[in-house]
């Protein structure tokens, strides 16, 4: 079976191509390199293109995937506040002519990297897919928006799909450029000994879910959860606070952060139900918060 990975190069994208290629899947990548590098595997076809480009559809053409992994994305919060239309372009045009390709050249699915962001403030926790959506950021909007065109080629093209809705992610190779998760950033900064800004009093919660458990949810999408949509996450509350004191405890420094008004866009309290996945995925995170962070640790550590 052959997959398509859009994003390919990029922090989950080359951790999914290297499942897949670990799989004997043959493997395709699409990536424009804008924030990705990661294209290390000499087994995989590359092509280094943006995913609004025309020559996408060559690409189809010539590759007849099977299945496509959509994860290429602009993933800034902020900067989706900045630029409202370049996120829009990327994230709702970028999937379009995504999905036209894969109609045009009978791709049996497509898997979608969504965000817990489309849900904004939770009426309760845990969130379920069920929920009400509203969306307090245009990244937010933009992947909600991606989400219907999704709908609407699987009702009107019979285009299968799996919508995964990822929680706060983190782990190996995650970038610390722009809009990083906070434990790559507050790990960055730690092991070089540089001030750690946190945004509000840092009792703000998220659910952080390590990279290879987000990986496992694609895999196992690939002959599941067809036409579902699933939150992908741990179904805990962790604070800002939290993750600092856990990070600087495995780092073994004793750096303090600093506080600062809190940003625009971001929501008070995120925890995601993983019931749905577990059960029709059969899919369930296994990597805890302290050994994630303890590999995050090292990784960086590596890269000094």
Known sequence: ????????????????????????YEVVVID??????????????????????????HVFQLEKPDVVIHQAAQVSVQESIRAPLRDCHLNVMG???VLDCCVKHNVGKVIYASSAAVYGPPEQLPVREDDSVSP?????????????????YSLLYHL??????????YGPRQNT?????????????????????????????????????????NIASIHAG???????????EVSINQVFDTIRKYAKKQSDCIYRQE??????????????????????????????????IEDFSKRK
């Open 1 to 24: 079976m052959k997959v398509l990975v859009t994003g390919g190069a990029g922090f989950i994208g080359s951790h999914i191509v290297d499942r897949l290629l670990d799989l004997a």
């Open 32 to 57: 424009n390199l804008a924030t990705g590098s990661y294209v290390h595997r000499s087994d995989v076809s590359f092509y280094p293109m943006d995913i609004r480009s025309p020559e996408l559809d």
């Open 95 to 97: 999937t379009v002519n």
């Open 136 to 152: 307090m950021s245009f990244y937010g909007l933009s992947k909600w928006t991606a989400e219907q065109y999704i709908r609407l």
């Open 160 to 169: 299968k799909f799996t919508i995964l809705r990822y929680a706060n992610i």
């Open 177 to 217: 450029k722009g809009e990083a998760g906070v434990i790559a950033l507050f790990t960055d900064r730690l092991l070089n000994e540089e001030q750690i800004i946190i945004y509000g009093d840092g009792k703000q919660t998220r659910d952080f879910i390590y990279v290879r458990d987000v990986v496992n949810a």
């Open 226 to 236: 067809d036409n579902g949509i699933y939150n992908i996450s741990t179904d805990k």
């Open 263 to 296: 940003q625009s866009g971001d929501i008070r309290r995120s925890r995601l139900q993983n019931a749905k996945a577990r059960k029709e995925l059969k899919w369930k995170p296994v990597i805890s918060l302290e050994a994630g962070i303890k590999e995050v």
